[in-house]
Nanobody, 117 residues
Framework: QVQLEESGGGLVRAGGSLRLSCLVFGNAFSIKAIGWHRQAPGKQRELVATLIAGGTTNYADSVRGRFTISRNNAKNTVYLQMNSLKPEDTAVYHC???????????WGQGTQVTVSS
């Protein structure tokens, strides 16, 4: 069973940068796709960026060109580099994964990102 643990959130001024980390515990090779989602107060959770097993990446229009998803297989970690942050990026960011041959999903507990104007 895979477990995910996020870190790296915090408070930053608009225009600043943060790097989020998602540490994967368990069989990382079972992951078909892993991504970052975010949920702001009063809003639905939205997909921010995904990394598919073959290496393909996808981004929400709102973050494309500012955020980059990447992975370090040796460290079992997926990163979200966030640059040129805006106040509207403020949310709890969750790492989520789905798996080959399964309908199960795994989620981390989330990390808060707050961008001040």
């Amino acid at each position: 069973q895979v477990q995910l643990e996020e870190s790296g959130g915090g408070l930053v001024r608009a225009g600043g940068s943060l790097r989020l980390s998602c540490l994967v515990f368990g069989n990382a090779f079972s992951i078909k796709a892993i991504g970052w989602h975010r949920q702001a107060p009063g809003k639905q959770r939205e997909l921010v960026a995904t990394l598919i097993a073959g290496g393909t990446t996808n981004y929400a229009d709102s973050v494309r060109g500012r955020f980059t998803i990447s992975r370090n297989n040796a460290k079992n970690t997926v990163y979200l580099q966030m640059n040129s942050l805006k106040p509207e990026d403020t949310a709890v960011y969750h790492c989520g994964a789905d798996f080959f041959g399964s309908s199960d999903l795994a989620w981390g507990q989330g990390t808060q990102v707050t961008v001040s104007s």
